[in-house]
């Protein structure tokens, strides 16, 4: 099942979700570190990288609410969708709210409980990118139909779109 959300003949969703993954992954190390005794700009470091994680973790999520739209009910992709997007879902809530705590306190590092909260986290981010490589790998949503190992580039027209020739 071909993606909706496309740009340049490329699925947007999985171009848009390692942003925030890797912020919040980023965010988890500097907070342990700060916890620990590292260097307190670290903890600051964490409080942006959340905000700019969660930004591009709802526009990671409209993408993908797109694509999650096309697929059939009552298959097992709509499931497993269902599975990604609520996991996902979640894992912008929880950093949400740390982020929401985080910048009501004081000062912008995490104590001890947030750093658990946030482990905890990136856990679900873990399953839900699980879930998400469910849906490509075994279930062929968001990929090309005519997706081969000698498929044409994705910039050029389809042979059925008047394209006359193969690009190699």
Not at 98 to 108: L, N, S, T
């Amino acid at each position: 099942m071909e993606s909706r959300a496309k740009v340049l003949g490329h699925p947007v969703h999985p171009m848009l979700v390692m942003f925030p993954i890797a912020l919040f992954v980023a965010a988890v190390i500097f907070d342990v570190v700060d916890v620990a005794g590292g260097p307190g700009f670290l903890g600051e470091l964490a409080y942006w990288n959340i905000l700019v994680g969660l930004i591009g973790g709802v526009l990671a999520a409209v993408a993908g609410l797109i694509d999650l739209l096309a697929v059939p009910a009552g298959t097992r992709a709509k499931r497993v969708g269902v599975a990604h997007a609520s996991t996902n879902l979640a894992v912008l809530l929880l950093f949400a709210a740390i982020w929401a705590v985080r910048m009501a306190a004081d000062g912008r590092g995490a104590g001890g409980a947030l750093v658990a909260i946030e482990i905890v986290a990136i856990a679900g981010a873990a399953l839900g990118a699980w879930f998400g490589g469910e849906l490509v790998d075994r279930l062929g949503v968001g990929v090309d139909p005519d997706a081969d190992l000698n498929a044409p580039s994705s910039l050029r027209p389809h042979p059925a779109d008047g394209h006359l020739g193969d690009v190699r």
